[in-house]
């Protein structure tokens, strides 16, 4: 490597920014082999031993025969994700309704833990949302 030379410097940069990106769509089209449920076993390692042996044909061959199903398991991984993620979100903050809330204030009433003044500050709070 010629570090003394613009076109050196330039060309150094062009094969890192291509090894860079071929390593994203390495690891987007792995990914992609795992998610597909419908794909067989040995399928899954033919296409693994094309990617070690040729790797960048490969790649493209991937991209361009199985990139629309790709999108789409792309899409329903993270719709799943979403969903989960929604459902976590929900079961640990438990009901946020306003009639939950309500309730809620109202049995600290009954309990004597908040003051009638606190309760309409609650329900005010809750009703606003």
Do not use: C
Request: glycine fraction near 4%; aromatic fraction near 14%; charged fraction near 15%.
């Amino acid at each position: 490597m010629d570090w003394s030379s613009f076109w050196g410097v330039l060309w150094y940069t062009i094969l890192i920014f291509a090894f860079i990106a071929y390593l994203i769509v390495l690891f987007m089209v792995l990914t992609d082999l795992f998610r597909d449920h419908k794909l067989n076993a040995g399928w899954k390692v033919v296409w693994i031993i094309a990617l070690v042996i040729f790797p960048y044909l490969t790649a493209f061959v991937y991209i361009v025969a199985r990139g629309p199903g790709m999108s789409e398991r792309s899409r329903a991984a993270a719709a799943a994700a979403q969903r989960s993620q929604e459902e976590y979100i929900q079961q640990a903050a438990g009901q946020t309704s306003p009639a939950h809330q309500i309730q809620t204030a109202k049995a600290l009433l009954d309990a004597g833990v908040v003051s009638p003044e606190e309760f309409e500050n609650l329900k005010a709070k809750a009703l606003a949302n």
